[in-house]
């Protein structure tokens, strides 16, 4: 699918697409622990910062790729299920919203969706944990339903299609590199939610907000 130019800097919103791991729940953290230690089981010794800054927001057939082409050997070939099995239990005990998200849902105006890398039932294990999921349900698109992950537009447009509003007419809400390039390749507005430290490679269109509360100084999405 082509990428559009981004040329949307102040365009009116009508719509707010979420990124979910990172942006709105805290599930980046807890599925990289699950990662490190099934990692160690298999002798390959990896810290918790180094994934999480190898992996945030990418897709899962690519992390299996480059922790191969790192270790020099090959991963068993059940890898993605049993950690996908694995992390579900921990997601459950230990999960919790990102700062401000349920004030921010609660608080929209405009209609807003979610349009995430994972699989649908673990979007929905992470949704429902942290209450969030009476606000997203009927709304929420998933890489795996187009095969096409971030940084690849296509996801994004998916959902802006799907909804019935422009391109330009979007905002995008993201944590991660390739979810920031997705969005600018989109042609929508991009907010880069790094609440730590301002990753250097993102896209000089993106604008960084520290918080979610931040949002309601940028757009109008509270009415």
């Known amino acids: 699918m082509t990428a559009l130019v981004n040329d949307t800097a102040n365009a009116p919103v009508d719509l707010v697409i979420f990124d979910c791991d990172g942006t709105l729940v805290d599930s980046e953290t807890v599925a990289t622990d699950v990662m490190v230690e099934y990692l160690a ?3 390959m010794q990896l810290s918790a910062d180094e994934a999480l ?3 945030k927001g990418g897709r899962m057939a690519d992390c299996v790729a480059e922790l191969e082409e790192m270790f ?26 990102i700062e401000g998200a349920l004030e921010l849902v609660k608080s929209l105006k405009v209609p807003f969706c979610m349009a995430s890398n994972g699989p649908l039932h673990q979007i929905k294990v992470s949704l429902s944990v942290t209450g969030l999921w009476p606000y997203f349900e009927g709304r929420i698109f998933s890489a795996y339903e187009v ?3 971030k940084p ?14 422009e391109p330009s007419r979007c ?10 390039q997705a969005g600018v390749a989109a042609g929508m507005q991009v907010f880069a939610l790094q609440p730590e430290q301002v990753e250097a490679q993102l896209p000089k269109q993106a604008k960084i907000i520290s918080r979610l509360s931040e949002l309601h100084d940028h757009i109008n999405i509270a009415g």
Do not use: C, Y
Not at 152 to 165: I, K, N, Q, S, Y
Not at 171 to 180: I, N, R, T
């Open 41 to 43: 089981e298999l002798d």
């Open 152 to 165: 690849a537009p296509d996801l994004f447009l998916h959902a802006a299609r799907t909804m019935g509003v």
């Open 53 to 55: 800054s190898r992996f």
């Open 147 to 149: 095969n096409s992950w």
């Open 72 to 97: 020099g050997r090959s991963l068993p070939v059940d890898f993605t299920k049993v950690l996908r099995d694995r992390i579900s239990p921990v997601l459950h005990q230990r999960l919790q919203p």
């Open 171 to 180: 905002a995008v809400v993201e944590d991660s590199l390739p979810g920031v």
